[in-house]
């Protein structure tokens, strides 16, 4: 059976927000993770949305095996905005079946489709699965910039 990402709903806030709890708890980030329900209705289905999703269907329970949240930086030097692939997360049930592939595969259809400049993401430090999955996928390590944060705690 061919498995396709689809847009989020409303509905599907709950699996998305069990999903991206199952991230922070890979990337160690749970201790400071905020999202709650709420704030994912407000800020990906509200009328001022700053994210979208796209999800892919559990084949053999109810619920999500996977989702992808994508923003946008609306403006760049080459004058057209940038994608941001901000989480690719497959539930762990769910991984060898191809589903991260779809989901990339539908953001880059998304890029092309709405003339963005890039499609970029970052992978965290030391994860080589998800650098051997994204060059799979045809991308490539940015060599130009390097990620720096000032953290305001």
């Not at 949305?49 to 095996?65: E, M, S, T, W």
């Not at 080459?78 to 592939?101: Q, Y």
């Amino acid at each position: 059976m061919t498995r396709v990402a689809r847009p989020a709903r409303p509905e599907d806030s709950a699996e998305m927000l069990r999903l991206m709890i199952g991230l922070a708890e890979f990337e160690k980030n749970i201790d400071d993770f905020a999202v709650t329900e709420e704030a994912l209705l407000e800020r990906g289905f509200g009328e001022k949305a700053q994210f979208r999703a796209l999800v892919i269907d559990a084949a053999d329970r109810p619920g999500l095996a996977g989702i992808a949240v994508l923003y946008e930086i609306p403006f760049t030097y080459t004058l057209k905005p940038n994608l941001v692939l901000k989480e690719l997360f497959i539930d762990p049930r769910d991984r060898g079946r191809g589903l991260g592939s779809v989901l990339f595969t539908a953001a880059t259809e998304i890029a092309r489709t709405g003339d963005y400049g890039e499609l970029i993401w970052t992978v965290m430090n030391g994860n080589e699965p998800a650098e051997r999955f994204y060059r799979g996928m045809g991308g490539e390590p940015d060599v130009k910039w390097n990620n720096w944060v000032y953290r305001l705690r």
